[in-house]
């Protein structure tokens, strides 16, 4: 998993048929390691511009796409949740 900031939406005049009606929306990496690098996530949960979300990429973005919406797309990085505040136990 990802933690990431949603800092843009991308507006597709045409995009893959499976992608119809899904958001894209751009994320900036917060891991220090990764800063400054960007990632184009289709947003399953109407996060908004600002938010701090949680981003899954790889198989598991395809799989979730694919099994949780029924959609055959061709998915690298989905948005899963929605960061309100870090905890430490």
């Known amino acids: 998993m990802i933690v990431g900031k949603l ?3 991308i507006w597709a005049t045409r995009k893959y048929d499976e992608l ?3 958001k894209l929306m751009r ?3 917060l891991d220090e390691n990764k800063k400054g690098q960007q ?3 289709v947003d ?3 996060a908004g511009c600002g938010d701090r ?3 899954t990429t790889g198989s598991a973005a395809y799989h979730f796409i ?5 959609k055959n797309a061709p998915v690298d990085a ?3 949740g929605i960061i309100d505040e870090d905890v430490t136990l």
């Open 66 to 70: 694919n099994k949780a919406f029924d």
């Open 78 to 80: 989905v948005i899963v």
């Open 44 to 46: 399953t949960i109407s």
């Open 20 to 22: 119809d009606g899904m």
């Open 7 to 9: 800092i843009g939406s």
């Open 27 to 29: 994320v900036e990496i």
């Open 53 to 55: 979300v949680l981003v």
């Open 39 to 41: 990632l184009i996530c």
